[in-house]
C-alpha cells in the first residue's frame, strides 16, 4: 500500500497497517482491534479508517506502540507428524512452538498442516506477508508428496487431474505427478489453501491418505532441513 500526503504534506499511513506491521497482525485483526475502543491516537479512541503521521502517537490496551519499530521476523520449520499448529497444546500432541526457541513464541503460523501431516510451515510476525502467502487471490503455488492406501486408479487420476472432484465446499482440482510405478506415492501441487483439502479430495473416492508432507509453499522449499529443525529466511 502506497501512502498519502496529508493536508500539510506529510506522509501518512492508515491505522490498519501500522498495527498490523507493529504488531505481527493481519489488518483484517487490526480492523477488529481498533473496534474494541482499545486503541488510541494522541489520547482519542481510534477510528476505522483512521490514518498516521509520523508525528502521532499510538496505543494499545495503554502500551505505547508508536515509540518502536518491532523488528520482522520469518522463519520456516519442518514440522513432523504429531505436532499441532497452534499455541495450546491439544490432548497429548505437542506444539510446534515446543520445537522454537522461546523467544520466537510471538510468531504465527502462515496457513496450517494438520497434526498428522509433515513438512514446511512458515511463521511471522508480518500480517501482510501473512496475507500475501495465504489470500486465494495471490495464488501461492504448495507442492505436496502424498501416499496413498491403495494404488490410484487412473480414471480417478484423470478425474482429480483434469476434471476435479466435488466436496462440499466446492469442487477440488488437484495436479498429480506419479512419483513411482506403484502408483500409491504422487506429488500433489494446488494453489488453493482449503482446510484438509488433499485428505477430503482422495477420500471423496475411496482413498486413505497415509502420508502427506509439504515441500514447497510459494517460493519457499524444505531444502535441506531435518525433521523438527527450523531456519530463518527472508520475505520475498
Keep these: 500500500m502506497v501512502s498519502q500526503k496529508s493536508a500539510s504534506g506529510t506522509e501518512t499511513i492508515r491505522l490498519n497497517k ?4 507493529q504488531l505481527g497482525i493481519s489488518r483484517r485483526e487490526a480492523d477488529n482491534l481498533i473496534s474494541t475502543d482499545t486503541v488510541t491516537i494522541n ?3 481510534a477510528t476505522l479508517g483512521a490514518r498516521l503521521s509520523p508525528t502521532d502517537t499510538v496505543k494499545v ?6 515509540s518502536h519499530a518491532i523488528k520482522k521476523v520469518y522463519i520456516a520449520l519442518n514440522k513432523p507428524v504429531g ?10 500432541a505437542p506444539t510446534i512452538y515446543s520445537l ?3 523467544d520466537l513464541d510471538h510468531l504465527k503460523p502462515v496457513g496450517r498442516l494438520d497434526k498428522d501431516s509433515s ?3 512458515l511463521l511471522t510476525n508480518d500480517g501482510d506477508f501473512a496475507h500475501r502467502m495465504t489470500h486465494p487471490s495471490f495464488r501461492k503455488t504448495k507442492i505436496y508428496k502424498v501416499r496413498l492406501d491403495r494404488p490410484l486408479e487412473p480414471l480417478h487420476q484423470q478425474m482429480i487431474s483434469d476434471f476435479g472432484v466435488n466436496l462440499e465446499d466446492g469442487r477440488s482440482q488437484l495436479a498429480l505427478e506419479r512419483l513411482d510405478d506403484s502408483r500409491l506415492n504422487w ?3 494446488m494453489s488453493e489453501g482449503r482446510n484438509r483439502q488433499i485428505r477430503r479430495t482422495f477420500a471423496a473416492l475411496g482413498y486413505t491418505v497415509v502420508r502427506l508432507h509439504r515441500v514447497q509453499f510459494g517460493n519457499y522449499s524444505l531444502g535441506n ?8 529466511i527472508s520475505a520475498n
Excluded at 61 to 66: E, L, P
Aim: glycine share 12%; proline share 5%; hydrophobic share 35%.
Design 43 to 45: 489520547g482519542k479512541p
Design 187 to 189: 506429488q500433489v501441487i
Design 18 to 21: 501500522f498495527l498490523a506491521l
Design 119 to 121: 513438512g514446511l510451515i
Design 100 to 102: 522454537l526457541p522461546r
Design 61 to 66: 490496551a495503554g502500551r505505547d506502540i508508536s
Design 225 to 232: 532441513m531435518e525433521r523438527g529443525e527450523w531456519q530463518s
Design 83 to 92: 505436532y499441532v499448529c497452534s499455541r495450546r497444546q491439544q490432548g497429548n
